[in-house]
């Protein structure tokens, strides 16, 4: 057990040489299990996970939930006009621009306990550790709960803080999403659309954001490595596929006349694999959704619609790989007699962490002993808009079997409190600093 | 024009020689036309198609109407316990076994005015011309219109004929579809479940049994022949597979940890088609139906079923190319780090039509100046029952760009009236014969 481990299963530990204070990892797991309840399927526990989609009553009682404990953190929270929740810890020159940190409580259906929570429970952690030692910053600290991370609600993720760095599209808050319009869901859960530019921040407004998530992935876990170090956050590339070929009788149709959309589709999907997997690196790429028409077992598909999806910390190396994967669709529409369009749906560029928040990451983690891995983040976090208005890093913690966005997401307690004691080093290194 | 083609356009034409009498083209075009306003789309035409599921109020219009004309050919008809419908015109000798023929007019939903349709109303159209003549013949003659042949109720297709056949399932007269149980469905035509034993004919019973059929492929039209000889309905064997891996997040999971069902299902669909088109013959294997779970484009497939289907007049042959498959099947998913099952869901035996009938339709059809080609009927039909009990042979007509079970299906009208004379004179040929 590494010195930081050790710490981080003691409760409310001492400071070590006076530098590393430890948290109280039985009331950060507390927390986590307190939260879950909001929005677990009737009849569950903890191990069945959460749906606290964004905006939902679950939702809002999480919220309440994390404003009470800020409150007793003394942490004054405020709801901003988008709906994210605000806590200041005063430094010792209010001049300073803030450390800010935090994640969002919100879930996919059928979601894990960890993904979001974690690292808003452990920025309280961090609080509740500094007040408990009347510890002082220079800084002063700021944590965040984003609203509506997931975009499982208005089908339009990290809304919250996009919203902050003045990202939101033209029209969103008029989108409907389950008869219910974006306006009204934000003013249910105490924003104010119609004054939602007052929740934008200026650049440079904070000093660093930090975030502490699960890294959703199986690296770290392979690794053995309890603490990972995110070199930036992938750019996406997602391209809608439509195929029309001919539907027809499967028995009467020759092999040689047939126009099969579903055949084009599967050749299409084993391309995508090929490619990706074709060259060095960690990029992914990802046939997800497929739908046949009429998808009957005697009859030849007439259309297959399908998502092609692509991710690198580099946007040139996915776009090319978009291209190589499109030329291969039209031979592949000219091989099967089919009719293929493939276009970009959508883009997000990829967000860089700062060279300088990732070094301050690992010595903090070096301090309390624990080794560390950089890697990339393959899922989008509010992260990405803060890197809009300033710098931003994030530390990752091992999820088991690298599940996520499911009931079996895990991330051991030992894990949760080891990131949770690194997040509280590095903000403690960075808020002391000018 | 052929001698054939010139007498199917002339209404009542007269006997040429005394051998080949004409049929009346326009009023078996003005029937075609009449049968599909039963079903047709509210505010439709002719060319909108047909939904005429079997037991529909459609359907039993649809068979009122057919009865009415029956009667008026002096036809008589009965309906049996199964819910088919008989007409016997008398023959000079009684002691003989009836030649049978007909069809069905149900449909698919959503189908076409020619499936079923044209062998029912050309078997009528046959009957009327050896009234209008006032012609004999020595077997008796007996037009059946089979009930629910497509299957698309109680998704069992051939029913009417399987009853007749004694091929019926133990419990399907419990089968429930929309709610209705089938015993109800078959009193709402007029058929007796509770006596569905009587429906039942002798092996024997029938001289031979013909059935005149639109060709739903497009070999006829592409080759130009105006009379198809059917060799036999094709053997099926449907697989359903049920692939299992894991779904994950598509932007952390990196390529080599995915257990990824879709693209599992897209590599066995490439692979059927491989594998069926790598050996000489006219095997047809389609891949129609593939459903994904989750579904969704930033998620990897934990879950694809699928449906392999092979047809070919050689049972042996799709057992092998089964075995094949699932052998690649199952390197598809040691690669693919997923679980597969591959199991037969089901097995139609081919039914060869009788070599005698075969030639006795080339010989109707070069009487009267048709071209013929022999080739395999890959969809299933009434006859395939009948071969149970007797000697069976079908008649097939093009069907424009081999479309069939859509609104777009279509057979040109001379191509129909060229059907019904080769009906005629086939049955009249048979008749004769002791």
Chains 1, 2 share one sequence.
Not at 49 to 58: E, L, N
Not at 174 to 179: F, H, L, T
Not at 326 to 334: D, F, L, M, P, V
Not at 351 to 356: F, S, T
């Amino acid at each position: 057990m590494t010195r930081g481990q050790f710490l981080a299963t003691l409760a409310i530990a001492p400071f070590a040489r006076g530098t590393s204070p430890g948290i109280d990892a039985q009331r950060l797991r507390r927390r986590l299990e307190e939260l879950s309840v909001h929005g677990r399927p009737d009849g569950g526990t903890f191990a069945d996970g959460v749906s606290r989609v964004a905006f939902s009553d679950a939702d809002i009682a999480g919220r309440a939930l994390v404003m009470r404990w800020m409150r007793e953190a003394r942490l004054d929270p405020r709801i901003d006009a988008a709906g994210n929740i605000f806590g200041r810890r005063a430094g010792t020159d209010s001049k300073l621009e803030p450390v800010l940190f935090g994640s969002h409580i919100d879930s996919v259906p059928n979601g894990g306990n960890f993904d979001g929570d974690l690292g808003v429970l452990a920025a309280l952690e961090a609080i509740e550790t500094l007040n408990a030692t009347a510890a002082t910053t220079k800084r002063p600290l700021e944590v965040v709960v984003w609203s509506n991370e997931e975009g499982v609600a208005f089908n339009n993720g990290i809304y919250g803080s996009r919203a902050v760095a003045g990202l939101l599209d033209p029209g969103e808050l008029d989108q409907v999403w389950n008869g219910v319009v974006k306006r009204d869901a934000i003013r249910k859960i105490g924003g104010a659309p119609d004054r939602i530019e007052t929740a934008r921040r200026a650049p440079g407004s904070f000093h660093a954001y930090l975030e502490l998530h699960i890294e959703q992935g199986g690296t770290l876990e392979r690794a053995g490595t309890p603490i990972g170090v995110v070199e930036g956050i992938v750019a996406i590339d997602r391209y809608d596929v439509d195929i029309r070929g001919f539907a027809n009788h499967a028995g009467t149709t020759p092999m040689p006349e047939r126009k099969d959309a579903l055949l084009a589709a599967a050749e299409l999907t084993v391309a995508v694999n090929e490619i990706v997997r074709g060259e060095p690196g960690r990029q992914v790429g990802t046939v997800g959704h497929l739908e046949v028409s009429p998808n009957a077992p005697n009859v030849i598909a007439g259309n297959a619609k399908l998502t092609v999806e692509l991710r690198d910390l580099s946007g040139e190396k996915i776009a090319k790989l978009g291209d190589a994967i499109g030329q291969r669709a039209r031979k592949i529409a000219t091989a099967t007699q089919t009719s293929l369009e493939m276009r970009r749906a959508s883009h997000h560029d990829s967000a860089i962490a700062d060279p300088a928040l990732q070094s301050a990451i690992e010595q903090a983690a070096a301090r309390l002993n624990f080794k560390t891995q950089r890697l990339p983040s393959g899922a989008g976090h509010d992260a990405q808009s803060m890197a809009h208005l300033g710098r931003m890093a994030m530390i990752f913690v091992p999820s088991v079997a690298g599940i996520s966005h499911s009931p079996k997401e895990l991330t051991h307690w030992e894990d949760c409190a080891n990131g949770a004691v690194v997040l509280l080093e590095t903000v403690r290194a960075l808020a002391q600093t000018a």
